[in-house]
Nanobody
Framework: QVELVESGGGLVQPGGSLRLSCAAS????????MAWHRQAPGKQRELVAA???????NYADSVKGRFTISRDNAKNTVYLQMNSLKPEDTADYYC???????????????WGQGTQVTVSS
């Protein structure tokens, strides 16, 4: 019913930049909050950044000033611009969206399949 497709991950040197994208498709009535989470090897998944449908954002302290989350509501897409990347940013990054489908009253959370980001020299 809903698919979230991420792109933009890869290998980058410390100090470099990457831009992640996540496009939602399916029987979508409305997308509420969209977010990026990440999970490093041996660690729990953590919230990186989130953005509401009206554009309000919040960030993990570890990425404030370096990462920027944005969205294009017309394209049902959320982005994560990552600058000044550090080795500790290495993780699998997952897109999340709170979506109300056309034939449902309540919204549900959906996850993308993940995209790998490796920061290494």
């Amino acid at each position: 019913q809903v698919e979230l497709v991420e792109s933009g991950g890869g290998l980058v040197q410390p100090g470099g930049s990457l831009r992640l994208s996540c496009a939602a498709s399916g029987s979508i009535f409305r997308i509420n909050t969209m977010a990026w989470h990440r999970q490093a090897p041996g660690k729990q998944r953590e919230l990186v950044a989130a953005i509401t449908s009206s554009g309000r954002t919040n960030y993990a302290d570890s990425v404030k000033g370096r990462f920027t989350i944005s969205r294009d509501n017309a394209k049902n897409t959320v982005y994560l611009q990552m600058n000044s990347l550090k080795p500790e940013d290495t993780a699998d990054y997952y897109c999340y969206a709170d979506i109300r489908l056309l034939f449902k009253v309540a919204s549900d959370g959906y996850w993308g399949q993940g995209t790998q980001v490796t920061v290494s020299s």
